[in-house]
Every structure is written in C-alpha cells, then in structure tokens.
C-alpha cells in the first residue's frame, strides 16, 4: 500500500488540494486521509473510486509505479571514500 499511499499524496499535491479539503469532500476525517497517505491504513475500493473523482484522476493513477527521486543517472557509480 505504501505506492498507493505516496501516489495519493503526490495527486493531492500537484492538484493543490488541503488534506482537509479533500477529506471534506470525500466525507472521511483528516486523520483518515493522513493514515492512508502514510500507509498506515488501507483504502477500500470505494474510497479511491471517490478520491479519483475529487482530485480528477483515474483510479489506476493511484497504481502506477513511483516516479524515480533518485538524482543519480541510472547506472553512474557512486563515488566511495578510500
């Protein structure tokens, strides 16, 4: 759950959505919408159907692989003190 957690925060984000504004609209408490995106709860089906239609998102977008944060170009070697 934790891609569905860090996917959830990353839409709410970038729709520049208030934890609490989004619990509003849902009908869930900020508290509930603060676990599921720390992935301390799990969201029923439900949920993501009513979370997708308030941040205007498919549900899948809640699935989708994390976005790299890694600054590094994949196969460069970290430099090693010795």
């Given at each position: 759950m934790a891609r569905v957690a860090a996917n959830l925060r990353r839409v709410r984000d970038a729709a520049g959505r208030t934890q609490e504004d989004v619990a509003e609209a849902v009908g869930i408490g900020v508290r509930h919408l603060q676990r599921l995106e720390t992935a301390e709860g799990a969201?029923?089906?439900?949920?993501?159907?009513?979370?997708?239609?308030?941040?205007?998102?498919?549900?899948?977008?809640?699935?989708?692989?994390?976005?790299?944060t890694n600054p590094r170009p994949p196969g460069r070697p970290r430099k090693t003190r010795g």
């Amino acid at each position: 759950m934790a891609r569905v957690a860090a996917n959830l925060r990353r839409v709410r984000d970038a729709a520049g959505r208030t934890q609490e504004d989004v619990a509003e609209a849902v009908g869930i408490g900020v508290r509930h919408l603060q676990r599921l995106e720390t992935a301390e709860g799990a969201p029923s089906l439900r949920l993501l159907t009513d979370l997708g239609r308030v941040l205007a998102v498919d549900i899948e977008e809640f699935f989708r692989p994390a976005l790299s944060t890694n600054p590094r170009p994949p196969g460069r070697p970290r430099k090693t003190r010795g």
